[in-house]
């Protein structure tokens, strides 16, 4: 598998994605072939869709000056992460963890980082659709059957650092499920499925990088993946909180504390 870093000019709100992945990739010397996988940024999704709120518009309720008192924030970002979240579950210093279209992420997907002053960047409105719209555009204008990916930033429960996060997928299927085949030793696989758009978002998220580097978009060939035609997101990335590992025993934890108190 190849993984090239593709560098691009700032994106703008309004610009045309496809116009500027193209470019990009010609600059380069690049050239698309059947079965790349293009991975971008949710960011410059959300620059391009007009995504960006201006906190000195924002004007902070009383919840959201709690949440922030509570937790070193911005009012108008408290008030933003309040808006944007399907649910708030608590948190640490200048980060909340919040439920967002069933990713559990810090301040429901809102960023200031690589934003001008004075503005914060929301997730896409639906990157489901935006991953096909990108697709659909660039497979038109090249004639190549291609993928894209969309990923942002994501966290792994006590592990230091940002890891890569498949938010949606157009053009393969993101799970590779490996329950009822075999291990090395004959003995059944009962549980285990594969999140191989995560393992790419994170190979493309280590090129991209979390500062200056100026790479919103990676190309990656002869990706070990099965590609159709699916657009996939939300729900087919997730599974419900009962069945996940982290949130069940959480719950569990906190009810068995509960009791104890009791």
């Given amino acids: 598998m190849k993984l090239y870093a593709v560098r691009t ?10 116009d500027v992945i193209l470019e990009s990739l010609e600059a380069q010397g690049l050239q698309l072939q059947d079965d790349d996988i293009l991975a971008v940024t949710s960011k410059v999704v959300s620059y391009a869709e007009g995504r960006l709120v201006r906190l000195s518009e924002i004007e902070p309720s009383g919840k959201a000056r709690e949440l922030a008192r ?5 009012p108008e970002l408290a008030k933003l992460i309040l808006r944007e979240a399907d649910k708030v579950y608590g948190g640490v210093e ?14 429901a997907g809102i960023d200031n980082k690589n934003a001008p002053d004075d503005l ?8 489901r659709k935006s991953a096909e719209k990108i697709r659909e555009e660039i497979k038109t204008r090249t004639d190549r059957r291609i993928a894209v990916l969309i990923i942002d930033s994501g966290l792994v429960p006590l592990r230091i ?5 498949a938010l949606s997928v157009a053009g393969f299927k993101p799970i590779k499920d490996n329950r009822n085949e075999k291990d090395l030793y004959g003995k059944p696989i009962a549980i285990t499925r594969q999140a191989v758009a995560d393992d790419l978002a ?17 190309l990656i060939r002869d990706a070990p993946v099965d590609f159709d035609e699916g657009v996939y997101g939300g729900s087919d990335l ?15 934890s906190n009810d068995h504390e509960g009791k104890k108190r009791t």
Avoid at 9 to 18: E, P, T, V, Y
Avoid at 94 to 107: I, M, Q
Avoid at 202 to 218: K, Y
Avoid at 238 to 252: D, G, I, K, Q, T
């Fill in 9 to 18: 000019r700032i994106i703008k709100s309004g610009d045309n994605l496809a």
């Fill in 202 to 218: 994170s190979a493309s998220h280590l090129l991209m990088g979390e500062a200056t580097e100026q790479v919103p978009i990676v």
């Fill in 120 to 127: 914060v960047v929301l997730w896409p409105m639906d990157a």
């Fill in 238 to 252: 997730m599974m419900p909180a009962s069945e996940c590992l982290y949130m069940s025993a959480l719950r569990c």
């Fill in 161 to 165: 650092g940002t890891i890569g996060l």
């Fill in 70 to 74: 509570r937790y070193h924030l911005k």
């Fill in 94 to 107: 200048k980060a909340v963890l919040t439920l967002k279209d069933g990713f559990l992420v810090p301040n």
